[in-house]
């Protein structure tokens, strides 16, 4: 299936759920593994094992709106979550994620063309989640929840003979919310996510600079769906909304300094569930798009090194396990 007809099948998931018909729509308070509203019980280790194929495109373009190069990058990440369930109504988390090859293919509008590998480990993530409503007592759940990266493994920025590293190099906070409803056949939540990442440096491995970046955060906005049919087969479908945000980078050697903008990124994204062992072993096929998200590098100084990048668009494609061990 070509990645276009998974963008209309995300499109056409997120209709689903408002053209069923025969549907229950009583109330549940069943914790369903696959569900946007999932929380481990007291006692519960929920795990999660995933691999996902992501690839990039863009335009880069100068100052004077010349169109000086295309960028396409590929990414393959395995990932590695679990949760643990403190009491029914708060839960502990860990998470680590390992990418073999980050692969971006750069074609200059002059005829030269170069690769450049990153790989390696993404920083640890610890985190905790409470509930502080739950649809037992309540006619909504609400869940919040924060985690923390420390700084562990160092950004490094390919060069032409070297890999980098896909490290942040440097901490990371994210607080969140999730607001839903869940009931027999149908589940419908929406969620709020603030990143915030601390400053943080990438060694140059061609100039050999220390490239720091200034603090900022990310917000984003979803909502997240799932329609059931029977114990086994569900089908995942949501959009979200991650806003504009800019960053200060300075090299630290030359100090010369500019703005990174990244532009608001919308997206569809779907994911069709089968349940193995009921509500003990899941399986899910995953597929995200977004829809933008270019930027622009602001050169106060000397605007005629300014640069946009244009004509992005993202595609995910991945596969889930998830299970629970009692």
């Known amino acids: 299936m070509s990645l276009r007809s998974l963008k209309y099948l995300a499109a056409a998931a997120i209709l689903v759920p408002f053209g069923a018909h025969a549907m229950d729509y009583s109330l549940s308070s069943d914790r369903i593994l696959s569900d946007p509203l999932y929380l481990p019980l007291q006692g519960q280790i929920y795990g999660q094992t995933s691999y996902d194929w992501a690839t990039t495109s863009e335009d880069i373009f100068n100052a004077a709106g010349v169109k000086t ?12 979550t679990f949760e643990y369930g403190i009491t029914d109504d708060l839960a502990v988390s860990g998470a680590i994620s390992y990418d073999p ?19 390696g480990w993404n920083d640890p993530t610890f985190g905790v989640i409470y509930r502080v409503l739950d ?13 923390y990266s420390p700084n562990v493994f160092r950004d490094r920025s390919a060069s032409d003979t070297d890999n980098g590293t896909v490290a942040l190099g440097g901490q990371q906070w994210n ?11 149908f589940t419908i939540a929406g969620t709020f996510n603030a990143d915030y990442l601390g400053s943080r440096g990438a060694l140059n491995e061609t100039s050999g600079d220390e490239i720091g970046t200034g603090s900022t955060w990310l917000y984003t906005l979803g909502l997240a769906t ?6 086994q087969l569900s089908l995942n479908a949501g959009a979200g909304y991650t806003f504009s945000h800019n960053a200060n980078v300075v090299n630290e050697t030359t100090l010369v300094d500019h703005d990174n903008h990244v532009n608001g990124t919308p997206n569809l994204n779907a994911a069709l ?12 096929v995953t597929y995200q798009h977004d829809f933008g998200g270019g930027g622009a590098n602001y050169y106060d100084a000397t605007p005629v090194d300014d640069t946009f990048a244009r004509n992005k668009s993202d ?8 299970y629970v061990l009692q």
């Open 135 to 147: 649809q037992r007592t309540n006619p909504l759940t609400f869940d919040v929840d924060a985690s």
């Open 315 to 322: 595609d995910l494609v991945g596969v889930r396990l998830r």
């Open 101 to 119: 090859s980050v692969t971006t293919h750069i074609n200059s509008v002059a005829g030269t063309s170069t690769d450049r590998t990153d790989q």
């Open 175 to 185: 607080f969140g919310g999730t607001l839903g409803r869940e009931m027999r056949d």
């Open 273 to 284: 569930n089968y349940h193995f062992i009921p509500n003990i072993l899941v399986g899910s």
């Open 69 to 80: 190069e295309s960028e396409r990058t590929i990414s393959n990440p395995l990932a590695q």
């Open 226 to 231: 799932q329609t059931r049919f029977g114990d």
